[in-house]
């Protein structure tokens, strides 16, 4: 089962240009995470914001969270051609079950 | 540190055979989780632990989905008469307790011929 919904399902930009997107999901949380996953392999953990928390920062990268609409973004400033990859938003819920969305393909062309 | 492993990385079996898949946590982390995933799909949750027990096991699963965590340290999944539906990426990624963060292996890629 899914819990999050990802927007947009696929997005391409130019190298130098902003990527933005947006993860909506449906039951409280503890923290919203955010993972990359290259081609056939794992997923690699970006970051995470607790659901105290309304924004936060890391290098490239800008997360949004909004407990009362039930949202996140991400926000990946500066994009290069090695970002290319799919990226996905996972809930943490009680007893720290582990859910993730559907996920937003990233190309980025160089 | 020597990450999550997963064993074995491929797997083609015929319908109907059991296949048994292997994670190897983190040594300290206590807490393991198995995630299905299809072409394009996001990870799908299966089960997860916390040491030796199990906490939850998907809905969606059926009862040919076992898994066990013996000991608290590496986990088993067992999937009895394969059906081509079963086709799919299976990952399992561990963590620390209170920590959050999930660090996954690089899956075992399971074919049902």
């Known amino acids: 089962s899914q819990q999050g919904e990802e927007d947009p399902q696929a997005l391409s930009i130019q190298e130098g240009e902003n990527a933005t997107m947006n993860c909506s999901y449906k039951t409280s949380i503890n923290n919203l995470q955010w993972y990359r996953q290259n081609s056939g392999r794992g997923l690699v953990h970006l970051i995470l914001?607790?659901?105290?928390?309304r924004e936060k920062h890391s290098g490239r990268l800008r997360v949004t969270l909004d407990t009362s609409k039930k949202s996140s973004s991400l926000l990946i400033t500066a994009s290069r051609a090695a970002d290319t990859a799919s990226y996905f938003c996972a809930t943490v819920g009680g007893y720290q079950k582990v859910t993730f969305g559907t996920g937003t393909k990233l190309q980025v062309i160089p | 540190d020597t990450g999550v492993s997963q064993n074995p990385r491929h797997k083609i079996t015929k319908r109907g055979q059991n296949v048994t898949f292997r994670c190897d946590p983190i040594s300290e982390h206590n807490r393991l989780y198995w995630y299905r995933q299809t072409l394009g799909q996001g990870p799908e949750f299966l089960t997860y632990f916390q040491n030796e027990a199990q906490l939850e096991k998907s809905r969606l699963l059926s009862d040919r989905f076992s898994a066990e965590r013996p000991k608290g340290s590496f986990s088993t999944l067992e999937i009895q008469r394969t059906e081509q539906g079963d086709s799919a990426m299976y990952l399992c990624?561990?963590?620390?307790?209170?920590?959050?963060?999930?660090?996954f292996g690089s899956g075992t890629q399971l074919s049902v011929l």
């Open positions: 914001i607790r659901s105290n928390e």
């Open positions: 990624a561990s963590s620390f307790s209170g920590q959050g963060k999930l660090f």
